[in-house]
């Protein structure tokens, strides 16, 4: 019966290369037991192909080879490549023991269990783990063992379903080698992680016990009834009050790591999850009760026997957001906090200045549909671009997208009700006069490429703005990141652009250096040598200066123009002697261009590529190049001249630097609502046929050498894509247009009076 199954995998070109496609037809995976029985045979067609020694995406160490032969069966030949591969000295001793405790236990098992010695394959990898767990290093098995018991299992078959739906989606009966090695890795990984899991909980139990105190279960009373569940961990050993490292969370799943990694640091580890997550009993509803719940949760820890009366909060994203509504009514116990990448509700998310995001009712089912995070449907890409792209395709009201998804949603239906920075968002953060009385120390870390940097930067801002000693200890930390990386460990390349040396820092340690220097009188962070810290992207240095300005000692300036040919534009540094503007229409009724990549800001496929990439809602202007080397130290700011048919338009703006070798180098994206762009907190229509001036001022912060020789480009225009919303310009509510209200298409009149700032460093 098994040979009716098996699908033989051949090669549709006979050359040997990199570029083959393999046959994969759509019975190959119809299920997971046909999925199951075709892998072998896919994996083993890999490794007669010339790419078998590129290195691994999932385990970077080592290359695909030994992971295309585990998921062949031929576990002997698996197990010596991964003892050659894995030989010291290695660069990576520590990723490379964790990748070695991943695969010999499950080689070993496969190969006693093929071997038929009376047992099954998963008490022979019990066997085999708990042999591997011996010879482990101290540190490897602490990390391990808090990993392992907690945080849950990584989300490895909901990717490995995206990746089937995804190839099921072409429709053909073949695959790229890059696309079947990519499913061979995550086919791996989920059966190694599925094995490790299920075993390791035992295995690690005892070290954890013998280790640290945990409370899991503990619930904290608010004063209105309400409750919230906290996590707490004390090292054994550890007498007397300690100082606490709180980090207040709406994601639970790795709560007992994240605590156990602050105990492993001098501290008390608290985690407190926001209320109705794992153990409350509330009502699940983000960011509205958390500045509230945040001063009673510090008050209840500040009054614990094990407490010194000194608590520090960090964490990134939401926990960044929460760390801020914690200051909105200041405790005194209080005593830091270092929130990093941080979300700031009503400015950059849900909306982001001014246009919501579709990507909010993905996160909102993720956080609310269940007491941890639904992490399978979250993951689902394929499924919740296809509700975009219906809606994008059908030109329905952007308020009707929960209905199109079959789940009318009220936290999505509030928030939309809510299109202006009102009282309703400003609830959640601290307001003007509140920041004056912010005057602990306070690190803020963020990146060039992370999408909630506006977020981390309005903070910044409105901090320094409001309360004069905040110059004096409010620091910022910031290089070339993403919205992960900038939390913790960042990754040594961003997109396909490999970063500098220099940048490649433990932010994590950094975090843990700044609570012993607030908390424990011990010295500051040697990469925060002075208040603002930023990495020069492409010159391989840190800077650091007293403030954003010290940052800039020039600025480059380019008019909007048009180019010597038809249908070019340019960067022009000459101030235009005659008023004159460009022409452009757009059609909303148009739906045929579809680019899911544009769901979040900050990231693209490529940071280097050869082309820019830009839709024909948007005009390219190219400088000429520069005659001498700078700096691009800030926000690129664009001051807008245009008169429009419509009332309102959305702007969006990139920026790249092409460099000498025609290589473009994209730096950030940004969105702007017109009728927002002076004020936040109120819609200011424009009058259709007269020329108003659009600042676009909240801008991407980054830093970047611009060799003499490269062009700045800006890719210009307007915003209509199926991750935001689509402002057809009628002036009405935008959450409520439909199709219908695109009319005549939008006709712009972009004016060379439009200006382009650059700060620089000459």
């Known amino acids: 019966m098994k040979k009716v199954f098996l699908l033989i995998i051949v090669l549709i070109a006979g050359a040997q290369g990199f570029s083959q496609n393999l046959y994969f037809p759509p019975r190959a995976y119809s299920d997971s037991t046909t999925l ?420 981390a930067f309005y903070y910044y801002n409105e901090h320094l703005k409001w309360n004069q000693r905040a110059r004096d200890n409010h620091y910022l930390l910031i290089g070339p990141y993403t919205h992960g990386g900038a939390q913790a460990y960042p990754a040594k390349k961003v997109s396909n652009y490999e970063i500098d040396s220099v940048a490649s820092i433990q932010i994590h340690d950094v975090i843990f250096n700044w609570f012993d220097y607030v908390m424990k009188d011990s010295a500051r962070p040697e990469i925060l040598q002075d208040k603002v810290n930023f990495q020069v992207m492409g010159k391989n240095e840190w800077r650091h200066v007293s403030s954003l300005e010290k940052m800039n000692n020039d600025t480059l300036t380019f008019y909007l123009t048009k180019g010597e040919k038809s249908g070019s534009f340019k960067l022009d540094t000459r101030k235009p002697v005659k008023n004159s503007f460009i022409n452009q229409t757009v059609d909303f009724r148009e739906r045929s261009f579809i680019r899911f990549e544009d769901n979040l800001l900050a990231g693209v496929d490529k940071i280097i590529d050869s082309v820019v990439r830009s839709s024909k809602d948007e005009m390219v202007f190219v400088s000429e190049p520069l005659s001498q080397q700078v700096e691009i130290n800030g926000s690129v700011i664009a001051d807008i001249f245009a008169s429009v048919n419509k009332k309102d338009m959305d702007l969006v703006m990139y920026v790249f630097v092409q460099e000498p070798d025609g290589k473009y180098f994209y730096l950030n994206r940004n969105l702007q609502r017109a009728s927002m762009a002076k004020d936040r907190t109120k819609r200011q229509l424009l009058q259709p046929g007269k020329v108003e001036n659009i600042p676009m001022t909240k801008n991407y912060f980054t830093s970047k050498l611009v060799k003499e020789g490269s062009r700045i480009v800006i890719a210009l225009g307007i915003n209509k894509s199926p991750a935001w919303q689509v402002n057809y310009g009628t002036g009405k509510d935008v959450s409520e247009e439909t199709i219908a209200d695109a009319g005549e298409p939008l006709q712009i009149k972009w004016y060379n009076t439009s200006t382009i700032k650059i700060p620089v460093w000459r």
């Open 36 to 455: 199951e029985l075709s892998m072998p045979s896919l994996a083993k067609a890999l490794i007669k192909q010339n790419n078998r020694n590129e290195t691994s995406a999932y385990f970077p160490v080592m290359t695909v080879l030994p992971v295309l032969q585990v998921v062949a069966g031929d576990y002997n030949n698996a197990l010596r490549t991964l003892e050659d591969q894995m030989k010291p000295p290695m660069k990576d001793s520590l990723i490379s023991e964790v990748v070695g405790f991943l695969f010999r236990p499950f080689i070993l098992a496969a190969v006693s269990f093929e071997e038929g010695n009376g047992k099954s394959f998963q008490t022979n990898y019990d066997d085999a783990l708990q042999h591997a767990y011996q010879s482990l290093s101290g540190e490897t098995a602490k990390m391990l063992a808090s990993e392992i018991i907690g945080k849950g299992e990584p989300p490895l078959g909901s990717m490995l379903l995206g990746q089937i739906a995804a190839i099921r989606k072409s429709g053909s009966d073949s695959i790229s080698s890059q696309t079947a090695i990519n499913l061979c890795e995550i086919y791996l990984s989920k059966k190694l992680f599925e094995e490790l899991f299920r075993a390791g909980k035992k295995v690690f139990a005892a070290s954890i016990k013998e280790n640290y105190q945990i409370e899991d279960s503990v619930l904290i009373q608010m004063p209105d009834g309400g409750n919230v569940s906290a996590t707490i961990v004390k090292k054994r050993g550890l007498t007397g009050k300690q100082p606490a490292v709180l980090t207040f969370n709406i994601y639970p799943g790795g709560d007992t790591k994240k605590a156990i990694d602050a105990a492993d640091k001098g501290y008390i580890g608290v985690v407190v999850n926001t209320r109705g997550k794992r153990l409350s009993t509330d009502t699940i509803l983000p960011f509205e009760r958390d500045a509230e719940d945040a001063w009673h949760i510090i008050d209840w820890i500040s009054k614990q026997s094990w407490c010194d009366g000194q608590i520090g909060m960090y964490g990134g994203s939401y926990l960044g957001f929460s760390q801020w509504a914690a200051t909105k009514k200041l405790h005194p116990a209080l005593k830091t906090i270092v929130p990093a990448v941080s979300v700031a509700p009503g400015v950059d998310y849900p909306n982001h200045n001014g246009v919501f995001m579709n990507y909010m009712l993905s996160w909102i089912h993720y956080v609310v549909n269940n007491k941890m995070t639904d992490e399978a449907e979250f993951s689902d890409t394929a499924r919740w671009n296809d509700l975009y792209a219906k809606w994008y395709k059908a030109g329905a009201s952007f308020s009707s997208l929960d209905s199109l998804d079959e789940r009318p949603n009220a936290i999505f239906q509030r928030w939309i009700a809510h299109p202006l920075y009102d009282e309703y968002w400003q609830a959640m953060t601290p307001q003007k006069e509140e920041y004056s009385k912010i005057n602990i120390p306070v690190l803020s870390i963020t990146g060039y490429y992370d999408d909630d940097q506006p977020g």
